[in-house]
């Protein structure tokens, strides 16, 4: 059974400082890994994806990928209270079933005004 | 216009009852899944398809079943509810195999009584 483990939260930082999620999987296979954002009752919608080690950024969201520690992270900078919402981690799958994401249940993130 | 559709979006209805959920899509993805989410649990996985000919099961489909009418559309079904599948559904796109960036629908919310 393949695992993506996020720790669920709450997350809290206040308002313009630098939000920190972590994201751990335990498919050494695994080659794409992606962002989303989910507010309460609404549908994921994609932050960001990332195929290769190293940095990504994109505006105020930095994505960190470590293949070799199976490690993925998500950076948002100058947090604003809008970025409230639970952040999921999404994993392909490797070999046979490289159909699918397997997701994390999430980090519930808290941007304190 | 939305790319990912969801019908209904929200649905009461009582144990044993037949119902439907049904997706279309615009974006001109081969690839379709169904997802239901519960509190803790996260997202899981039902069914998915490559295209009308290919459907398969995922996780948790034991008590469901689809339909693929076309490329565009894919439904689920619940021949028999029971409260359990009290849940928020999902259903999702992909396109090219290389990315499987997968794009949401809003969602439904079933409520089994």
């Known amino acids: 059974q393949k695992e993506v483990e996020q720790n669920s939260g709450p997350l809290s930082v206040p308002e313009g400082a630098i939000a920190s999620l972590n994201c751990t999987y335990s498919?050494?296979?695994?080659?794409?890994f992606f962002w989303y954002r989910q507010y309460s009752g609404k549908s994921p919608e994609l932050i960001m994806f990332?195929?290769?080690?190293g940095d990504k950024e994109d505006g105020r969201f930095t994505a960190q990928l470590n293949k070799a520690s199976q490690y993925v992270s998500l950076l948002i900078r100058d947090s604003q209270p809008s970025d409230s919402a639970t952040y999921l981690c999404a994993v392909k799958d490797s070999g046979g079933s490289n159909y699918k994401l397997t997701f994390g249940k999430g980090t519930l993130l808290t941007v304190n005004p | 216009d939305a790319d990912v559709t969801q019908t209904p979006r929200n649905r009461i209805t009582k144990t044993g009852k037949r119902i439907m959920l049904e997706c279309s899509q615009t974006?001109?993805?081969?690839?379709m899944y169904w997802y239901r989410q519960d509190p803790g649990l996260g997202l899981r996985l039902i069914y998915y398809s490559f295209d009308v000919k290919d459907i398969n099961k995922g996780e948790i489909s034991d008590g469901y079943s689809v339909s693929r009418q076309a490329q565009a559309k894919f439904s689920l079904s619940l021949e028999s509810a029971i409260p359990n599948q009290t849940a928020l559904y999902f259903c999702?796109?992909?396109?090219?195999?290389?990315?499987?960036?997968?794009?949401f629908g809003p969602g439904t919310r079933l409520t089994v009584l």
């Open positions: 498919d050494r296979g695994s080659q794409s």
């Open positions: 974006k001109g993805h081969d690839r």
């Open positions: 990332i195929y290769s080690n």
């Open positions: 999702a796109t992909a396109g090219t195999p290389s990315t499987d960036t997968q794009y």
